[in-house]
């Protein structure tokens, strides 16, 4: 029984699983950054480029 018990204390020191936890929170945060500004400049660029196509000359 002594032995389980030292292993679960080692587990619980290990910082190895929170280190994987912290790199999941910041991609998970990087990701909706990433989309958020994806949303909202694109619809900017989208219409920056409108207003370019019917400003050029029809031929």
């Known amino acids: ?8 204390m080692e587990l619980a020191r290990d910082e190895d699983g ?9 991609i998970a945060l990087i990701i909706i950054v990433a989309i958020a500004a994806v ?12 207003n370019m196509a019917e400003k050029l000359p029809d031929n």
């Open 39 to 50: 949303t909202f400049l694109g619809k900017k660029v989208n219409n920056t480029f409108n």
């Open 18 to 26: 929170a280190t994987a936890t912290e790199y999941a929170v910041m």
């Open 1 to 8: 029984m002594p032995e389980i018990l030292t292993k679960c």
